[in-house]
């Protein structure tokens, strides 16, 4: 093995220098020159540009869903803007009324046209009036009363302490006090327009504490100061203005009610940074509130209502009314009341307009009617417009288009508030019957005097209200900027748990949080990169001083999320993996992407990730054909490596070949790594059987315990930064045909970033394949996620997360009874069931019940290959329905404990998921009972006809499945399903008939409408799977075959625990051959001598003679004298035949070594490397391996040097297989190797095949089996018996329906009477059943279903951004900002391997016009010198990069026809890459230097050879040791530390490298 140095040298030669220009001859390392190829065979074949089913509709989606984004943007707009002004508008019509003794100009349309009237409103609408005002307010609380009932009762919110209680009570109750002022004392005496104004003057507080949160810290902080008390000074005049130039005393209250209201937003302008104590202890405060807040409101929402009940009662008694009055006119307020209309003598004084003032009364007054709903119609415009413009706001907050769709429009609502009253006001002004049959005439706003709008700026004081817009703009300046994720919750978006329904638009500014954290610049990157040196993985250690303490603080890294994909194989096929590794390539150049990104254009991306892909592939070895004592990898193993090559040259358009798997023996058997083209590593561990457990379970314990484990828990760093990382390290577990797209991962990521008690979370599975049983899976699929995920997400949790494509983190499988559990060996009947057959569900169970949420992602879609035979689909089912079953009634069982510890898991969703236990355990009862009652409406037969017509086959099926093999058991179900499919469409026949004659409004009518109308609509709202629904009438068909004859299969063969999918025949060992041929000749011997000739021939088989003996044509032989034949000659013949059959082998072997080329009858030689590289051939003959039985027996030998011994953790026979290519061979550390054997010892070791435990199991298991057969038919015996009984009994018990009446009329003529009879249709038995279990559960999911839809429409519009080759947004972005917004588009462009040398390989002259213009013989030509990649994409992006010219424009050879850029992109690109390459010179001058604090310069730099000094971990090891792949260290990929050397132990060594293996010995 290479030393430490000498292979750091090797590293440093073959990297890549970053800080020189990339040249043709340092980019030419990565090609390699293949084998010449001769003229005659130059003609090329190219990967197909096939679109797999995660590719076919990606580009159509895309478009889609920038389409709906845009939509988004206006739609959100214009809906927080129209109901912010309707809803603010609505408040302030409500206040216009209160005015007590209020005079109105009243409509003289239906009066009088030359008269003038008056109207003054009485006490009996004013009342009214209050009512819709404190309901306005009291509809909001009681929301945040239901939310805070809803989370302490479904989830969790600890008790507040009393210092909590009292601020919080003190500061709501003064809100409360202050709006009850504003809008009872004050906003009555001012005209609308002024009382709109003044409502931007509720910010004081705010803005103080504000001011006060200002450190020193903040950038411009004096300038931001200085406009802080500009704000403070601009609220402070909104408290005397209006007092001032009103002459009202009530208006002194403004500055109280400002106050007070302002208070109620202090939250959010409290920080910790804050240089005063007394705001440093209110930002505690505020920190703590937010365990206790819902426990808190539930009181104080009840409080806040009676304390605003309470004002208004105050209000009415300050004005010398009785405030009984408030209860007494209630009634007669909402209720019909007259309105006294007075005509009045208008005394022109001069103006244009009259004045009420103005006017005396001439006696005559006239009652109209009174429309006493205005007040309701009122109240449920503004309630329903507060309540849009709030959803609708945290809609945009949560899809992240706040500031368009948020804060522009909060921002404007006043302003158009404004202008609207006084448009409307002038309108009414200048003809009060303009809004006659619209508004009631004695109702308007309190109209301001009329003004021109000189006056308008001067009298109104409409340049002062500016200043108050402006300074309420700055206090809500982070509205403008938001920093929270998406799809954050609303905890996280606002600080109360709901809006004020009187101040929408102030309430959603200020309860908007401020997201405090300091959002990170790109000219930052230099300081993160430089930290980033001591990073996890590469460098961690000790650099900060030598005293060998470990560092305690969290690093901003530990926060990068790390996903390991992890997928299980077994008998894949070559489609299926190049599926699988497709997928892995994509997500591999994706990562590649946003790695270099950062890097080389300084951007942060907040959606970066750490990627290394594990395959674990059971079962992957087999005996070697040379000998019984060795192992070879099998042909899936072969199949996976040669497919590589053919998958990345797919994803990436060209020819490319990935660099041969590094080798490595190890204890459960070996372990193949590829550095894929995006520099992540795919690491295939390769088990085998006899070293360790194999099956699904066993290989994630393995992946479990070692990425957890072994690689995360053994580091030596703080348990503080372990906790941090473990939060954010996720494993995706992945089957070995699965196809999906970055896209999909992000999109779980976002989900487990939104909630950090998620545990797992899963995707949309669509089964691919071809054929009736697929076409079934399709719509199976479709509605099981659309309605049944879909619901459990929403109403509680999902109960399983399938291993095919699932994401889990790793803080919540290292949790107590999660992992640990996960590696109980199965010892019971149950726990084959329940552990093994479903192992994906059992984790899910245990994930639940420690308390984590599983949760279900729409948007994010996966691709796997579903059984496409019957027999295959009846076995996969046979392992899922058993286990299924168990863990729901496992997680049933401790319900109680369940919700007890997991928030998201309450009594109402356990009493949904004992519905679907009790429908999936009655499902074939209930079946039997739909099919009875079918076959009497579709063939016209009775009852106990169809009953024992349909029981026959049923008990023949179950007979079959306790009695016969599972063949013979499979092709009776798949006979009896095709029968049950003909005899439903005759059912759906007769049904449709029937539907017919009962009408429309009949119970299966209803039903049936219902259902159908559910799936469609589910269709519509999921586009892109509508064609899933087509195949509903094969699901309809098959509904006997799948939740009758399945169930009962599955249940009767509970005793069977193999996979059932996927099997195939395993090699056998010479022996086991042997012993199946005498075996067989046994047999056949005895079926001869059992059958009539043999037994005429002679049953003794020759082994007796007599001494007399005859015969009759060899029909018979008799015996006389009968004695043992004697066996020496048979003896001798055989030791003779024996002997010659060993010389024979022998001179075999001799002539292959003297002749190699020779043709020869026996099988290729093997040797060992270490035999075949030196000495005489002749003195290194071999024999050629015998049978076992052979080489045991023999002593004597003609081989000259003895077989090559092996140690399997250093010589395996199976890493010299050619087949897996000429990698390398390198070995594990020895603390991964301890690792290993621990694990296997403890947990992993090969469970030996004993006889006795494994009768105990098989009896145990068909005990198991036939208990549950008892119980589940006495159950389904009983129900059907009961139903059936009372459907006998229909006439005496039944209900009558209230829709579909038919009416018979009839005319007597003896009697002349005309008799009337309706006939009523009836709800018989069944259906009620029917309509009651199933149309419950219907309704449940589709409400469950069309809320998640919005969630899902919501998680993808969030993770949408609309196209950057968008000039509009281009011109609106300046072009830094531009490229920091599309650097992972661009950067993708840069990097990909197809046209980089200005060559498309496979796209040249693709059009049709261009057919006849193809230089085929100059492609054909220049391929056949050409070298081909061994692709590298972060090289290919240093190419283009670092030779991009601007003034070349986008037709340079770097950019060519497929990457063109515009001309202002490539200047900012040219101006980030001149920006790297200075810091880049910069850097190097400092690491030339001899004080090299990280020490980590590499050999490059080191022109004395000498070995570079490491640092030292904690327990005084180096680091390469404990971190160097395949310890388990990962490098770091964001940032790398040495800025010369990229480390080639995660990277691509480009230059040519002998392919030797060499070993040496220990």
């Given amino acids: 093995m290479a030393t430490g140095g000498k292979s750091r040298r090797e590293e440093s030669d073959n990297s890549d220098d970053e800080l020189l220009p990339l040249a043709n001859d340092i980019y030419g390392g990565s090609q390699r020159t293949v084998q010449e190829t001769k003229g005659w065979d130059v003609f090329r074949e190219f990967p197909p540009k096939q679109d797999s089913g995660s590719m076919e509709t990606q580009k159509c989606l895309e478009f889609t869903v920038r389409l709906f984004k845009v939509l988004a943007y206006a739609v959100t707009f214009i809906v927080v803007l129209a109901s912010g002004v309707i809803a603010k508008g609505a408040v302030l019509f409500m206040t216009s009324q209160l005015k007590k003794d209020k005079r109105l100009a009243y409509c003289n349309r239906n009066l009088g046209r030359d008269k003038q009237f008056v109207v003054t409103l009485p006490d009996e609408e004013r009342v009214a009036w209050m009512w819709v005002l404190l309901a306005a307010f009291a509809i909001p609380e009681m929301g945040t009363l239901i939310r805070s009932v809803r989370i302490c009762f479904f989830k969790s ?32 005496e001012l005209d609308v327009v002024k009382g709109a104004m003044i409502t931007n003057c509720l910010c004081i507080v705010p803005a103080i504490l504000g001011l006060l949160s200002r450190n020193s810290r903040d950038s411009k902080r004096f300038i931001k100061v200085i406009v802080d008390m500009v704000a403070i000074v601009a609220q402070v005049t909104g408290f005397i203005v209006w007092p001032l130039s009103e002459n009202k005393p009530v208006l002194w209250l403004i500055p109280i009610s400002s106050l007070c209201i302002s208070i109620g937003w202090w939250e959010n302008y409290v920080t910790r940074r804050s240089p005063i104590g007394l705001i440093k202890s209110l930002a505690r405060l505020k920190e703590e509130l937010n365990v206790c807040r819902y426990n808190i409101y539930r009181v104080m929402s009840v409080w806040k209502i009676i304390l605003f009940l309470v004002c208004i009662l105050f209000s009415i008694w300050v004005d010398g ?3 009984a009055m408030f209860f007494q006119l209630f009634n007669p307020g909402f209720g019909p009341h007259n309105i006294v209309v007075e005509e009045v003598q208008i005394q022109l004084g001069g103006t244009l307009i009259p004045d009420l003032a103005n006017a005396t009364l001439t006696g005559d007054s006239v009652e109209v009617a009174s429309v006493y709903k205005s007040a309701t119609y009122v109240l449920l415009i503004q309630v329903f417009a507060a309540y849009l413009c709030y959803i609708f706001g945290k809609f945009a907050c949560k899809i992240l288009i706040q500031g368009f769709s948020y804060a522009f429009p909060i921002n404007l609502v006043i302003p158009l508030v404004v202008n609207f009253l006084i448009a409307a006001c002038g309108l009414r002004n200048g003809d009060t019957c303009i809004f006659h049959g619209t508004i009631p005439d004695y109702l308007f706003f309190e109209s301001p005097s009329v003004f021109t709008l000189s006056d308008f700026i001067t009298r109104q004081m409409a340049w002062i209200w500016l200043l108050w817009l402006l300074s309420q703009t700055w206090i809500t300046i982070h509205i403008w900027i938001p920093k929270a994720e998406r799809l954050a919750s609303t905890e996280k978006l606002f600080i109360l748990p709901m809006y004020n329904g009187l101040l929408i638009d102030q309430s959603m500014a200020l309860n908007r949080k401020r997201d405090d954290q300091k959002d990170v610049k790109t000219e930052d990157l230099a300081e993160i990169e430089k930290e980033k040196g001591d990073e996890y993985y590469e460098t961690i250690s000790v650099h900060t001083d030598n005293t060998g303490t470990s560092p305690k603080a969290i690093k901003s890294s530990d926060q990068i999320t790390r996903i390991y994909a992890c997928a299980t194989m077994w008998h894949e096929t070559k489609d299926e993996m190049m599926e699988f590794l497709k997928s892995i390539l994509r997500l591999d150049e994706d990562q590649c992407a946003r790695r270099v990104a950062q890097k080389y254009l300084r951007v942060v991306d907040p959606d970066y990730y750490e990627f290394e892909t594990h395959i ?28 590589i090559d053919e998958a990345a040259s797919e994803v990436h358009q060209t020819i490319i070949r990935v660099r041969p798997p590094k080798k490595f023996p ?57 906790e941090v990382m473990a939060e954010n390290t996720f494993l995706l577990t992945l089957d070995g045909d699965i196809d999906f797209q970055p896209h999909a991962v992000r999109l779980l990521i976002d989900l487990m970033k939104k909630n950090k008690n998620l545990g797992a979370a899963c995707g949309r599975i669509h089964p691919v394949g071809s054929g009736p049983m697929v076409w079934y899976q399709m719509f199976e699929y479709a509605i099981g996620h659309w309605l049944q995920k879909a619901t459990e997400h929403m109403i509680g949790c999902v109960l399983c997360s399938p291993g095919c494509f699932s994401l889990f983190r790793g803080k919540a499988l290292m949790d107590d009874n999660v992992m640990k559990k996960y590696t109980l060996r199965s010892d019971e009947a149950r726990h084959y069931v329940q552990y093994d057959q479903g192992e994906d569900r059992w984790l899910c169970t245990l994930l639940l019940q420690r308390g984590y949420r599983v949760e279900y992602s729409a948007a994010s879609d996966a691709y796997t290959h579903c059984p496409e035979g019957f027999n295959e689909f009846y076995n996969q089912r046979r392992r899922w329905v058993p286990s299924t079953i168990a863990n729901i009634m496992d997680l049933l069982a401790d319900y109680k404990h369940t919700i007890k510890i997991n928030d998201n898991i309450s009594s109402p969703y356990i009493a949904y998921q004992m519905m679907l236990m009790g429908g999936t355990i009655l499902g074939p009862g209930t079946i039997f009972l739909m099919l009875v009652g ?22 023949l099926f179950m007979f079959v499945c306790f009695t016969m093999k599972s063949e013979y058991q499979l092709l009776v179900a798949q006979i009896l399903s095709t029968a049950y499919a003909m005899i439903m469409m005759a059912v759906i026949v007769g049904t449709a008939l029937q539907l017919g004659e009962d009408g429309i409004g009949s119970p299966s009518a209803i039903f049936l409408i219902s259902l159908s109308g559910s799936f469609f609509i589910a269709a519509c709202l999921h586009p892109q799977e509508f064609w899933c629904i087509v195949p509903g009438i094969i699901y309809l068909l098959s509904i006997p075959s799948m939740y009758l004859l399945l169930i009962l299969y599955s249940i009767i063969n509970l005793n069977v625990v193999s996979w059932g999918t996927r099997e195939v025949q395993t090699k056998k060992t010479k022996k086991e051959i042997e012993q199946e041929k005498k075996d067989a000749e046994e047999a056949k011997k005895k079926a001869k001598q059992s059958s009539l000739l043999g037994f005429l021939q002679g049953v003794n088989s020759n082994e007796e003679e007599g001494s007399i003996e005859f015969s009759f044509a060899g029909l018979f032989k008799c015996l006389l004298c009968t004695h043992p034949k004697g066996n020496e000659e048979k003896v001798q013949l055989l030791h003779i035949a024996t002997t010659l059959n060993k010389l024979e082998k022998k001179i075999d072997n001799m002539e292959k070594i003297v002749d190699p080329h020779a043709q020869t009858r026996g099988r290729k030689l093997s040797l060992g490397l270490r035999g075949s590289t030196n000495g005489d051939a002749l003195n290194t003959v071999a024999e050629g391996e015998e049978d076992d039985h052979d080489s045991e027996s023999e002593t004597d030998t003609l081989s000259t040097s003895p077989r090559e011994k092996r140690d399997d953790l250093i010589n395996p026979y199976w890493i010299e297989d050619p087949d897996l290519k000429k990698g390398e061979v390198d070995f594990l550390t020895p603390a991964e190797l301890s690792f290993w054997k621990d694990l296997i010892d403890k947990y992993l070791y090969p469970i030996d095949a004993n006889k006795e435990e494994q009768a105990r199991i098989s009896r145990d298991l068909k005990e198991l089996r036939d208990s549950s057969v008892f119980s589940f038919f006495m159950i389904n015996a009983l129900f059907v018996l009961i139903v059936f009984l009372l459907q006998l009994n229909k006439d005496n018990l039944h209900i009558k329906w209230p829709f579909g009446v038919k009416t018979n009329i009839t005319y007597d003529e003896v009697s002349q009477e005309v008799l009337v009879s309706k006939e009523y249709l009836q709800l018989e038995p069944i259906g009620l059943v029917f309509v009651f279990f199933f149309a419950l559960i219907l309704v449940i999911q589709f409400t469950a279903m069309m809320f998640h839809r919005f969630g899902t429409l919501s998680h993808i519009l969030a993770s949408t951004e609309l196209n950057w080759f968008c000039p509009k947004k281009s011109d609106d972005l300046s072009q830094d900002a531009l490229l920091d917004k599309n650097a992972i588009a661009i950067v993708k462009d840069l990097q990909k391997l197809n046209g980089l040398d200005d060559d498309y390989d496979n796209d040249s002259g693709s059009g049709p016009q261009n057919v006849g ?5 100059h492609n054909l030509e220049k391929a056949r010198q050409k070298k081909r990649n061994i692709g590298t994409l972060d090289v290919a992006f ?38 790297v390459m200075a810091e880049r010179r910069k850097s190097q001058m ?21 070995v570079p000094r490491h640092r030292t971990s904690t327990a005084n090891i180096s680091v390469k040791d404990v971190f160097a792949e395949p310890n388990g260290g990962m490098v770091n990929r964001a940032y790398e530390a040495s800025l010369g050397d990229e480390d080639d132990s995660n990277s691509m060594r480009l230059q040519p490298r002998t392919n030797q293996v060499s070993f040496q010995r220990f």
């Fill in 1486 to 1506: 400092q690491t030339l230097g001899a004080n090299n604090e990280y020490g980590v310069t590499g050999m490059l730099n080191n022109n004395h050879g000498v």
């Fill in 666 to 722: 190890a204890p459960y058997g070996g372990r193949l790594t590829w550095v894929l083209p995006g520099k992540t590593k795919m690491i295939c561990h390769l088990k085998d059987k006899a070293k360790i457990r194999h099956r699904k379970r066993w290989s994630q314990v393995m992946y479990m315990y070692y990425l957890l484990g072994h690689r995360l828990m053994e580091l030596p760093i703080s348990v503080d930064r372990k």
């Fill in 934 to 955: 079918a076959f009497v409406a579709a063939f016209r037969i009775d009852n106990w006809t169809s009953f024992e017509y349909n029981l026959y086959p049923i008990a």
């Fill in 1413 to 1417: 213009r193809r230089k085929t013989i």
């Fill in 1438 to 1475: 240093k190419k283009r990069f670092f030779n991009m010219n601007a003034n070349d424009g986008p037709g340079t050879p770097v950019l060519n026809r497929k990457m063109t850029l515009r001309r202002e992109t490539l200047k900012a690109l040219e101006t980030r890459r001149n920006s």
């Fill in 157 to 188: 919110s600890k008790r507040p302490s009393m210092v909590q209680f009292v601020v919080v009570f003190i500061s709501e109750s003064l809100h409360t006090i202050g709006l009850a002022l504003l809008f009872f004392k004050v906003l009555p």
């Fill in 321 to 323: 009314d009785d405030p």
């Fill in 616 to 643: 674990f592939l059971d079962d992957a070895f087999e005996i070697s054909d040379h000998s019984d004592d060795d192992s070879q990898v099998n042909r899936f193993v072969k199949l996976l490596v040669d497919t």
